[in-house]
C-alpha cells in the first residue's frame, strides 16, 4: 500500500532524468589533470638546474627578451577572453554573427574562435621570433643547463599552443560544415576552451618563472 506521502505518479508524466555530468567535459578535466602533472615536473626541473647553478642562471637569464615575453603573454590572455566570448554564442547555438564584421556583440563562435586562433598564432609567432634570436646570440638548447631548461619547459608549452590552434581549427570547420549546430558542436567548443584556457594558466606560470622572478632574485 502507497503511504499518504508517497503519491503516485500521475499516468503519462513525462520521468525526470538524472543530471549528469558531459562525460566529454569530464574525460578533458581528467586529461588536463595529467597534463599538469607533466607541466609540474617541467617546473621541477627548471627551479632544481636553476638552484645548481645561480649565477650562470643570472647570467643568461639577462638575455632574455623580457618586454617581448611580456607582449605575447598579453596577446595569449586576450586570445582567452575571445575564446570565452566564443564559449558564451556556443551556448546560445550562434553559430556564426548576426551582424556586421565589426559589430562584436552580435559575433557568432566561428567569429570569435577564429580571433581566438589569431591572437595564438601571433604568440606563437612572438615566441619563434625569440627562439631564433637567442640562437644567433649563442643560446641554443645544446648550450649548457639554461638552454636546455629553457627551450624544454617553453618549447613543450609551444607546442601545447599549437595543438590548441589546431582544435580551434577543428571546431570552426565542424560548425560550417554541419547542417545544424547541436549540443555536439557546442560541447566541442567548450572543451576546447578548457584547454586553451588551461593552456594560457601554463604560460603565466612560465612567464613569471621564467622571464619576471630573475628581475627580483
Known amino acids: 500500500m502507497t503511504s499518504a506521502t508517497e503519491a503516485p505518479a500521475a499516468a503519462g ?30 617546473f621541477a626541473m627548471f627551479f632544481t638546474l636553476r638552484s645548481t647553478q645561480p649565477e650562470m642562471w643570472a647570467e643568461y637569464s639577462a ?6 615575453a611580456t607582449i ?68 641554443a638548447i645544446q648550450t649548457n643547463s639554461f638552454g636546455s631548461a629553457f627551450y624544454i619547459t617553453t618549447g613543450f608549452h609551444g607546442i601545447h599552443v599549437l595543438g590548441g590552434l589546431f582544435a580551434f581549427l577543428y571546431v570552426i570547420a565542424r560548425a560550417y560544415f554541419s547542417v545544424k549546430f547541436t549540443h555536439k558542436e557546442e560541447s566541442a567548443a567548450i572543451v576546447v576552451s578548457y584547454y586553451w584556457h588551461f593552456v594560457d594558466v601554463i604560460w603565466i606560470a612560465l612567464w613569471a618563472a621564467v622571464y619576471i622572478l630573475p628581475l627580483f632574485v
Open 13 to 42: 508524466a513525462p520521468r525526470t532524468l538524472p543530471n549528469r555530468p558531459n562525460m566529454v567535459s569530464v574525460g578533458t578535466m581528467v586529461w588536463l589533470t595529467s597534463e599538469l602533472m607533466f607541466f609540474a615536473g617541467l
Open 63 to 68: 638575455r632574455l627578451d623580457v618586454v617581448l
Open 72 to 139: 605575447i603573454t598579453v596577446i595569449l590572455v586576450s586570445s582567452s577572453v575571445t575564446a570565452q566570448f566564443g564559449v558564451f554564442a556556443a551556448e546560445r547555438h550562434q553559430p556564426r554573427r548576426t551582424g556586421g564584421l565589426f559589430q562584436f556583440t552580435k559575433w557568432g563562435m566561428v567569429e570569435w574562435y577564429i580571433a581566438s586562433f589569431i591572437l595564438g598564432s601571433i604568440f606563437i609567432a612572438g615566441q619563434s621570433f625569440e627562439f631564433a634570436e637567442l640562437v644567433s646570440h649563442g643560446v
